[in-house]
């Protein structure tokens, strides 16, 4: 059976088609990756220039499905879907050329969605923190013995971190420490949670956590999950973020598309392994798109 699941996310668009069966995907057909900005400067509202970049990824995406001869679609939206008061603006458009419903999703299906997609990978046996970094929200997972235990969606999105705090170039001591104050004060229940759930394995899902994973110069596999090193975490993080947009650009194994917003995700990530401590840190190329198309696969 062939299926095709389509993430509009408040950064990146995702397409994804596959071949599976009985929730298992077997072998992967296409996947595409476009830069929409759809939450750019903010998810309150989106721009009628975002909303056009959007419409065309998406009859990018129908084109490529046309193609592709896909059996069973799922469409999601997420945090700039779920939160702008014109959302309705783009998805009404978008779903006439789609030829389905959007559905947008709240933030916890979204953690069980990236969930099940790293379960793909992963028996998840030991105590485990999966992060989905996102443009308008970060997913957080607690999993054990295959079981996710605990989950929270945070509205600390890049797009949204990068618009209120990261205004100049480099970012600044100042704005740097207000915002990882302002992450502090927001990631308070998981610091309290984690006092009792010491993780052992630390799963980084997203764009983010793969600029980490290209600059280490490691090879990297595309189903599997890829280590890196915490020593290579801090070392590349603290490197991002003393660097100008344009020093950036610079950067060996540094995306172009990720150069604007990869700032503020550092300082997240940075934050978030100090909460976590020693971990194995691995980044998983399975995340959301893989847990829609597994219940996709799964259904008679």
């Known amino acids: 059976m062939k299926a095709a699941a389509i993430d509009l996310g408040s950064n990146t668009f995702h397409l994804l088609i596959v071949e599976g069966e009985k929730g298992s995907i077997q072998k992967e057909l296409?996947?595409?990756?476009?830069?929409?900005?759809?939450?750019?400067?903010?998810?309150?509202?989106?721009?009628?220039?975002?909303?056009?970049?959007?419409?065309?990824?998406?009859?990018?995406?129908?084109?490529?499905?046309?193609?592709?001869?896909?059996?069973?679609?799922?469409?999601?939206?997420?945090?700039?879907?779920?939160?702008?008061?014109?959302?309705?603006?783009f998805t009404a458009r978008a779903e006439a050329i789609l030829g389905i419903k959007i559905d947008v999703i709240d933030g916890n299906e979204e953690a069980r969605y990236i969930f099940e997609g790293v379960r793909q990978l992963s028996a998840l046996v030991a105590p485990t923190i999966i992060v989905d970094i996102g443009g308008g929200s970060t997913e957080i997972i607690l999993a054990k013995n295959g079981k996710m235990v605990w989950a929270q969606s945070y509205v600390l999105g890049v797009g949204v971190m990068h618009a209120a705090f990261h205004h100049l170039e480099p970012i600044g001591t100042e704005a740097e420490q207000a915002l990882r104050a302002h992450i502090r004060m927001t990631l308070g229940p998981l610091q309290e949670y984690l006092l009792s759930f010491p993780v052992e394995v630390f799963i980084g899902a997203s764009g983010?956590?793969?600029?980490?994973?290209?600059?280490?110069?490691?090879?990297?596999?595309?189903?599997?999950?890829?280590?890196?090193?915490?020593?290579?975490?801090?070392?590349?993080?603290?490197?991002?973020?003393?660097?100008?947009?344009?020093?950036?650009?610079?950067l060996p194994g540094m995306p172009l598309e990720r150069v604007k917003l990869i700032v503020v995700?550092?300082?997240?990530?940075?934050?978030?392994?100090?909460?976590?401590?020693?971990?194995?840190?691995?980044?998983?190329?399975?995340?959301?798109?893989?847990?829609?198309?597994?219940?996709?696969?799964?259904?008679?």
Do not use: H
């Not at 220039?49 to 997420?78: P, Q, W, Y």
């Not at 890196?228 to 020093?247: F, G, N, T």
């Open 30 to 89: 296409f996947r595409q990756r476009i830069f929409v900005g759809l939450g750019d400067g903010g998810i309150e509202w989106l721009s009628e220039e975002a909303i056009e970049r959007g419409l065309e990824a998406c009859l990018a995406f129908r084109k490529m499905m046309n193609a592709s001869g896909v059996d069973r679609l799922k469409v999601t939206g997420t945090a700039a879907l779920r939160t702008a008061a014109n959302a309705r603006e």
């Open 265 to 300: 995700a550092m300082i997240l990530i940075d934050e978030i392994l100090k909460l976590t401590g020693d971990v194995k840190l691995m980044v998983t190329p399975y995340a959301l798109k893989e847990g829609l198309l597994a219940e996709l696969l799964g259904r008679s």
């Open 208 to 250: 983010s956590f793969e600029v980490m994973e290209s600059m280490t110069g490691k090879p990297t596999y595309k189903n599997m999950l890829n280590a890196v090193e915490i020593r290579d975490a801090y070392k590349i993080s603290r490197l991002i973020i003393s660097k100008s947009r344009e020093e950036r650009m610079q």
